[in-house]
């Protein structure tokens, strides 16, 4: 990243690339190549943004359910569960919405 460039340019070079592009591999089948795009995209999020923003913790969540769908079921429950608690303690229970997070069982 050029010295005084914002961090969130680099998000947005990498959201061009991994946010757009992921969901179509999902949708196409091709899980484990949307799980790399959306590890990518955790860590700068975290590295950048912190663990706690609301855009890494959606990112978690899109993790989540490209581990669960490669079979890292205990990966993908361990990420949920953490993503959860962070959710919940960032944006209070009346901001969580359930139906948007997914679950691994």
């Known amino acids: 990243m050029p ?3 914002a961090p969130w340019a ?3 070079r990498v959201r061009i690339a991994g946010q757009q592009r992921a969901p179509l591999l999902r949708r196409q089948g091709r899980y ?3 799980r790399r795009l959306d590890e990518a995209m ?3 999020r975290r590295e950048l943004l912190g663990a706690d ?4 913790l959606s990112s978690a969540n899109n993790l ?3 581990l669960a769908a490669v079979g ?3 990966r993908a429950r361990r990420l949920a ?5 962070r959710r919940r303690r960032v944006l209070g229970d009346s901001r969580w919405v359930p139906q948007r997070c997914h679950t691994v069982d």
């Open 10 to 12: 680099l998000i947005t």
């Open 3 to 5: 010295t005084g460039a």
């Open 42 to 44: 955790l860590m700068r």
């Open 53 to 56: 923003h609301a855009s890494t």
């Open 72 to 74: 890292a079921h205990v």
């Open 32 to 34: 484990d190549q949307a």
């Open 64 to 66: 989540v359910v490209d």
């Open 81 to 85: 569960e953490d993503m959860l608690a």
